[in-house]
């Protein structure tokens, strides 16, 4: 089966490099230490210090294992391709809510990047789906879990 390729910008390039060096080099070592710590504590078949250090052992590696296929399909995405004129991945979208007047912007991210909190929306989302290839004036609905929203883009920046 073809890999499928994921498009970062290049923050969440840098964060994905730096997490998976944080495990490769900290985290790794924290959970060996705590191993052999729970070793020392004598019978590990009863050892409970020992069961949730292994098995925090096993997630580390299972995301470091992720984290080192997703980096070698990723693929950078290039500022200079993103459009002012439309929305496109990497663009930041200013946004109203038609029913509260509320006024947000988010960026436009592939689905390994999407953090609401920091205002970066995935493109695979109901609202990140609606926006791409829209121009600013535009009003899009989305069909969200909350129901239909209608929102005005106000504007759009690379």
Do not use: C
Not at 31 to 53: L, P, T
Not at 61 to 78: P, Y
Not at 121 to 133: E, Q
């Amino acid at each position: 089966m073809a890999e499928q390729e994921i498009i970062l910008t290049i923050q969440g390039l840098k964060r994905l490099e730096e997490e998976l060096e944080y495990l490769r080099t900290v985290r790794r070592q924290q959970v060996a230490e705590r191993i052999r710590q729970a070793i020392e504590f004598g019978d590990i078949s009863e050892n409970s210090e020992y069961e949730e250090a292994k098995n925090e052992q096993a997630f580390i590696e299972g995301r470091i294992i992720t984290l080192e296929k997703k980096l070698r399909q990723a693929k950078l995405l290039d500022q200079s391709e993103v459009s002012t004129e439309v929305v496109t991945l990497g663009s930041w979208v200013r946004l109203r809510d038609l029913v509260t007047g509320e006024e947000s912007e988010y960026e436009i991210v592939g689905s390994m990047e999407a953090d609401p909190n920091h205002h970066r929306i995935s493109n695979l989302s109901p609202v990140g789906r609606a926006l791409l290839g829209q121009k600013a004036g535009s009003i899009v609905e989305v069909n969200a879990p909350a129901g239909i929203q209608r929102y005005e883009i106000l504007a759009i920046r690379g």
